[in-house]
Structures are given as C-alpha cells and as structure tokens.
C-alpha cells in the first residue's frame, strides 16, 4: 500500500490499497515545481534575493503547475502495474496502468505535468498521459534492465540509464530514439537531468559520475 500523511502533525490521511507486490517508486505531479522552487530555467536573472519574495515565486510556480486540479501520484510495482492517484481526494485509483513486462524500477511526471514516464526491468522506457493514465508508446533500444528515467526541464526529452552500462534520450514529440550515451564501462543505476537542462549526470557501477552537456 502508499500511506499518505498530513506534512503538519504526522497523522495518517489516507492508505492506498491496490497494488500486488511492494510498491519500489513513487511521483507527484507538481514534483519539479517543488524541487526547483523559485528556480526558473527560463528566468536569466535568477531567484529573488529575498526570502520572503522567493517563497512568494515557488508558491506562484507551484500553483501556476498544479492549476485548478488536484495533484496526482503515480505509483509502480513489483507487480509489474502503475497506479495514478488523486490521493488528497480520494483512496480509489484513477487506472491501473498495464503494459511493462517485469518490474517497475522508476516513475517520473513530465515538468509540465502533461506526462509519466516509467523505467522497467523488461527493458523498455513507456509513456503515458499524465491527466489519464492512458498508454501512449514504448520506447525500446536498451538490451538490459533501465533502472532510471529523468525529463528535460521542458518536457520535450527523457534520458534512460540501464544495466547494458549506455543512457539513451527519448524524444516526446516524434517518439524515436534522439541520442545513444555510452561511455560507462558497467551498469547506470543513477540518471538526473539538470533543472536548467543544460546538463545531465550519471553514475554506475564503475564508480564514475560523468556529467553530459546538452
């Protein structure tokens, strides 16, 4: 199950049943509005200066992303399943989400909101709506276990890690394979885009961390 909890006393909201196996991963929608704060990658000049004001931008850009709808959870599994929830209104799931093959390692919301990405053992990056859940493609080309997905600040790519020791970037729009990464000597068990999206790190099993320039 996926607890919920009130951030100001700790208590128990609400228990997401549904899932079959042990749930590995987990992703809020407004996720990159509350990790970048008043952070914008479009904005020059860089945050405000003052505290007061900068909290005033990340709750502007944090209610700019979620809009005038609740916030969803995605939820991947052992069992192989997604979940998409609105847990701060209800414990009913909005779909199941089916199609990988093996377990689920990783689940990321697009920036924007408008995407999920999952990473799975099957080998396979998948793409789905971010408002329904529903399926839109797979994307195939790894020949090992992806253990990461992370999206480019503007929604428009993704970049996979996997154990066959190559990331690989995923174009949204034309859904094909933009870009081939090797330069690991072992598995990638770690992928982050920078919140600029100028830069993309890595790190595997051969005890590097290797930056990539966009």
């Given at each position: 199950s996926?607890?919920?909890?009130?951030a100001s006393n700790g208590k128990l909201c609400r228990a997401l049943k549904g899932h079959g196996h042990w749930v590995n991963t987990l992703a809020l929608s407004t996720e990159h509005a509350l990790r970048t704060g008043?952070?914008?990658?479009?904005?020059?000049?860089?945050?405000?200066?003052?505290?007061?004001?900068?909290?005033?931008?990340?709750?502007e850009r944090y209610q700019e992303l979620k809009g005038t709808k609740t916030e969803r959870l995605v939820s991947g599994s052992d069992d192989f399943t997604m979940f998409l929830w609105e847990p701060e209104d209800s414990n009913k799931p909005i779909t199941r989400?089916?199609?990988?093959?093996?377990?689920?390692?990783?689940?990321?919301?697009?920036?924007?909101?408008?995407?999920?990405?999952?990473?799975?053992?099957?080998?396979?990056?998948?793409?789905?709506?971010?408002l329904t859940g529903k399926f839109i493609t797979s994307f195939f080309g790894h020949v090992g276990p992806?253990?990461?997905?992370?999206?480019?600040?503007?929604?428009?790519?993704?970049?996979?890690?996997?154990?066959?020791?190559?990331l690989k970037v995923w174009e949204v729009r034309t859904k094909k394979l933009k870009l081939d990464l090797p330069g690991h000597a072992d598995e990638v068990f770690s992928v982050d885009w920078s919140p600029d999206g100028w830069r993309v790190a890595s790190g595997g099993k051969d005890r590097l961390l290797r930056i990539w320039r966009h």
């Open positions: 996926v607890c919920v909890w009130e008043p952070h914008s990658p479009t904005d020059k000049a860089g945050p405000p200066k003052d505290p007061e004001e900068a909290k005033k931008v990340s709750l989400m089916t199609g990988h093959q093996q377990l689920i390692n990783q689940v990321q919301f697009s920036p924007n909101g408008l995407h999920i990405c999952s990473a799975s053992f099957d080998k396979s990056v998948k793409l789905w709506d971010g992806v253990y990461q997905v992370s999206w480019s600040a503007d929604s428009r790519l993704v970049v996979s890690g996997s154990k066959d020791s190559t």
